[in-house]
């Protein structure tokens, strides 16, 4: 902030006076510099440090794994700041699965001999005692009703081991012993989430000797499988949203993203509560702006698990709704002292998916010099957020972070001490400022989103996060 205020003395000067009271001009301004314009300024006076450093300390009191309760106390918050604010919230629950940790163990028993089956890949565990009943390759449509109650006996091959534990699921086998169909080895087979009934694999001649058995009459079948399978478990995304005046209304959406949920045991201080309490911020300074375009900010869960809550959110958008979606601005990681190195503009770059500029990208590079930073930003390429899924569905959309990264990424020591409130002021001001260009008033709907405007030179970076 201090750097600004430099800036902004050269800015509005220009000239400066002399020792010897001539005017002099004053030493050269960064070469991107310019000024905030008034539109800017409704927005970034408002922003206060102060109040993001609050919210992570808030959020990072305790570990916000996904599917826990620690992730349930932060997105509680989130939506009840959302609401104070005035936005129509919405809490987005989704299903996510952990698998169980083993040891993943199986045995099979038919007419008293003990067979030393292998346990499908993520394989229910239970364990069951029924009729054994040959269903051939299991393939759609030729499963018969009378397996219901049964164990199936598969053989491999044609389809995958899920679509066939799929065909006889509904027809309410009560479990698999699929056979190999070459060699001597029995360790394949995969199961899904969801699929509840234990599957085991046996070989080849274990298989084709069970089915010459089931040709002289009825074979039961012992089958137990422990130690194995998915937990399912419920994360949320937090959406908000701010319809623009009914009477100027371009009928576009703005996005601003981060992820609320954390590491297993980490505090997740960077990671990303910083980012939380940068979209909160933001909310909190546009709640009562005119505006002719929609603002949605939205805080995901399970991004660590895989970026699951953007890509559930994702899939909920109809094509219609996806094509009005302009922007989306994702922050992740965006207030560590640590990060950044010794790069201008304390390391804040812009990366995109295709390592390509886009409107997010023009966007910010010109608001980052006209606001706190006082520098055009770089951009770069790389995936590893919640860009992604927007990028996939053709939004214009990129990662705000200071790379390289801290030491403490993803460790229990990624704390609030180790957060600088003057980046999360920059960066609430870069993407505050982009964010308000499209949703003024007096801007122009974007005539096209994948078309965006050239407004400064910035550059390309190669800069590798590390870690
Ligand atoms: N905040 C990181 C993203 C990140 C890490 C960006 C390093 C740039 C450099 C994010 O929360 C994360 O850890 N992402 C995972 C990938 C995700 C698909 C699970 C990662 O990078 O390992
Ligand atoms: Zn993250």
């Known amino acids: ?227 194995s399978g998915y937990i399912e478990k419920t994360s949320y995304n937090v959406i908000a949203k701010m319809k623009p005046n009914k009477n100027k209304d371009t009928g576009q959406v703005v996005m601003v993203g981060a992820h609320h949920d954390s590491v297993p045991g980490g505090p997740g201080a960077n990671d990303d509560a910083s980012g939380v309490s940068t979209v909160l911020e933001l909310a909190r300074v546009m709640a009562n702006m005119p505006i002719d375009t929609e603002l949605r900010f939205v805080t995901f869960g399970s991004e660590e698990k895989g970026l699951l809550g953007s890509y559930h959110y994702a899939s909920t958008l109809s094509e219609e709704e996806a094509d009005r979606i302009v922007a989306h601005f994702q922050m992740d990681m965006v207030g560590s002292k640590d990060a950044g190195g010794n790069n201008p503009a304390g390391g804040l770059i812009m990366y995109t998916i295709d390592g390509k500029k886009n409107l997010v990208t023009d966007l910010g590079a010109a608001a980052g010099a006209r606001t706190a930073a006082a520098e055009a930003i770089p951009y770069g390429k790389l995936g590893r957020s919640d860009h992604q899924p927007f990028h996939e569905l053709g939004i214009p959309a990129a990662l705000f972070i200071h790379s390289p990264l801290e030491p403490w990424y993803h460790t229990p020591a990624d704390t609030i001490d180790k957060i600088d409130k003057n980046k999360l002021q920059e960066t609430a001001e870069i993407v505050g400022a982009s964010v308000y260009q499209i949703a003024r008033p007096d801007t122009p709907a974007l005539k096209n989103a994948r078309v965006a405007p050239v407004l400064i030179d910035y550059d390309f970076e190669n800069r590798s996060p590390g870690a």
């Open 1 to 227: 902030m201090t750097r600004k205020k430099t800036m902004a003395v050269l800015l509005t000067a220009g000239i400066v006076l002399g020792v010897n009271g001539v005017y002099a001009q004053g030493p050269p301004a960064a070469p991107n510099a310019q000024s905030a314009t008034a539109f800017d300024n409704k927005i970034i006076k408002k922003i206060s440090a102060d109040n993001m450093y609050n919210t992570i300390a808030l959020l990072s009191a305790q570990p916000r794994e996904a599917g826990t309760e620690g992730e349930l106390i932060g997105v509680q918050y989130i939506k009840s700041q959302f609401e104070k604010y005035g936005y129509e919230t919405e809490l987005q629950p989704f299903k996510i699965y952990d698998t169980v940790k083993g040891p993943r163990v199986g045995s099979l028993v038919i007419n008293g001999e003990s067979l030393n089956p292998y346990v499908f890949s993520g394989s229910y565990s239970a364990e069951v005692t029924a009729e054994v009943m040959n269903v051939g390759l299991a393939l759609p449509g030729t499963v018969p009703d009378t397996v219901k109650g049964k164990i199936a006996l598969i053989e491999r091959g044609t389809n995958p081991f899920v679509d066939k534990v799929k065909n006889v699921l509904e027809k309410g086998a009560v479990g698999v012993i699929l056979y190999n169909n070459t060699g001597t080895a029995n360790n394949v087979g995969v199961a899904d989430p969801g699929q509840n009934i234990p599957a085991v694999t046996i070989t080849r001649a274990q298989g084709l000797a069970l089915v010459e058995q089931l040709k002289n009459g009825p074979v039961s079948a012992h089958v137990k499988v422990t130690g």
